[in-house]
């Protein structure tokens, strides 16, 4: 069915918004921004061809980046700069809720220490090429959950839309990629001589 | 562990329980009531899971503020020319 006048403006404005946030989730999954350019632009053509296929207007940021996520695993995934994680599976069941919720509890308690130092103030452009240094080396899903929720703003039932799996394994990401990143950044604090490691808390890691 | 008071209330929840909630709470998916009221109830008497809070409140905002990107204007341009030409 042929695209109306009225489905193009709605599109354009949709992508108009949406720009930014293409971008950024795409600069984070295809690595350079040339490749994120080329990704974002191939996801918005394949969109209008595919837009009589979206039912509910309402549920347009979501369609859009399930359709970028696609794009890239069918046509960019192989020559990305990141490592393919073919082998990863999703690292967590409801059987390892209880050892996550350890984890989280005794490795927030050091972190928040850290961070909670005053100092740190000084060090916020540190810690944004680490945190971003950080969320770049998270899991693939990990990676996407938190960046779609924290810094583009979806819900959990739309990112779960846009990743194709169901809200709970959103929610369970969630925990997991945070953790992981609290992780990642305290190593990074104690390897720049930021932070001191608690010897404590040797044998609690994985 | 952390310094968490039973106060008698049969909803009242743990610090496990509270951490497993914790990060539905600050992204606004705590759908339940009777589970946002408990885990409001956990952390005002709580200390370890309040400064909890408060961390990863934080940690959200320097992620936000570090992964946030701006499209190029040759990228913006593109994108107006190629929707143009649909």
Redesign the interface.
């Given at each position: 069915m042929a695209?109306t006048d009225s489905s193009?403006r709605f599109?354009?404005a949709s992508?108009e918004d949406s720009?930014?946030a293409?971008?950024?989730v795409a600069?984070?999954m295809a690595g350079t921004?040339a490749d994120a350019?080329d990704l974002?632009?191939d996801a918005?053509?394949k969109a209008?061809t595919a837009f009589a296929t979206l039912d509910d207007r309402s549920r347009f940021r979501p369609w859009i980046f399930r359709i970028l996520r696609n794009c890239f695993i069918s046509d960019y995934r192989k020559k990305s700069i990141r490592p393919v994680e073919s082998a990863y599976r999703e690292q967590i069941g409801d059987d390892e809720?209880?050892g996550l919720?350890?984890l989280?509890?005794q490795q927030?308690?050091e972190?928040?220490n850290w961070?909670?130092e005053p100092e740190h103030e000084f060090f916020n452009d540190i810690?944004?090429?680490a945190?971003?240094s950080a969320?770049d080396r998270l899991p693939d899903a990990f990676r996407m959950t938190?960046?779609l929720?924290?810094?583009e703003g979806l819900?959990?039932d739309e990112a779960a839309e846009a990743l194709g799996v169901p809200c709970g394994t959103i929610?369970s990401r969630?925990?997991r990629g945070?953790t992981l990143?609290?992780k990642a950044l305290w190593r990074q604090a104690i390897d720049a001589g930021l932070a001191i490691e608690d010897d404590r808390q040797g044998s609690t890691d994985e | 562990m952390s310094e968490h008071k039973d106060n008698s209330v049969n909803s009242d929840i743990g610090c496990l329980q509270a951490i497993d909630a914790l990060y539905a709470y600050l992204d606004g998916e705590l759908d339940d009531p009777d589970t946002t009221a408990s885990f409001e109830r956990h952390i005002q008497h709580c200390r370890s899971c309040y400064s909890r809070a408060e961390v990863e409140s934080l940690l959200t905002k320097r992620v936000r503020a570090a992964a946030k990107s701006q499209a190029s204007a040759a990228l913006q341009a593109r994108l107006r020319h190629l929707m143009d030409n649909f």
């Amino acid at each position: 069915m042929a695209n109306t006048d009225s489905s193009r403006r709605f599109f354009s404005a949709s992508i108009e918004d949406s720009m930014d946030a293409l971008y950024g989730v795409a600069l984070r999954m295809a690595g350079t921004p040339a490749d994120a350019e080329d990704l974002v632009a191939d996801a918005v053509a394949k969109a209008w061809t595919a837009f009589a296929t979206l039912d509910d207007r309402s549920r347009f940021r979501p369609w859009i980046f399930r359709i970028l996520r696609n794009c890239f695993i069918s046509d960019y995934r192989k020559k990305s700069i990141r490592p393919v994680e073919s082998a990863y599976r999703e690292q967590i069941g409801d059987d390892e809720d209880d050892g996550l919720a350890a984890l989280l509890n005794q490795q927030s308690d050091e972190f928040l220490n850290w961070w909670a130092e005053p100092e740190h103030e000084f060090f916020n452009d540190i810690l944004g090429e680490a945190i971003m240094s950080a969320i770049d080396r998270l899991p693939d899903a990990f990676r996407m959950t938190v960046l779609l929720i924290n810094v583009e703003g979806l819900t959990y039932d739309e990112a779960a839309e846009a990743l194709g799996v169901p809200c709970g394994t959103i929610r369970s990401r969630m925990k997991r990629g945070r953790t992981l990143l609290q992780k990642a950044l305290w190593r990074q604090a104690i390897d720049a001589g930021l932070a001191i490691e608690d010897d404590r808390q040797g044998s609690t890691d994985e | 562990m952390s310094e968490h008071k039973d106060n008698s209330v049969n909803s009242d929840i743990g610090c496990l329980q509270a951490i497993d909630a914790l990060y539905a709470y600050l992204d606004g998916e705590l759908d339940d009531p009777d589970t946002t009221a408990s885990f409001e109830r956990h952390i005002q008497h709580c200390r370890s899971c309040y400064s909890r809070a408060e961390v990863e409140s934080l940690l959200t905002k320097r992620v936000r503020a570090a992964a946030k990107s701006q499209a190029s204007a040759a990228l913006q341009a593109r994108l107006r020319h190629l929707m143009d030409n649909f």
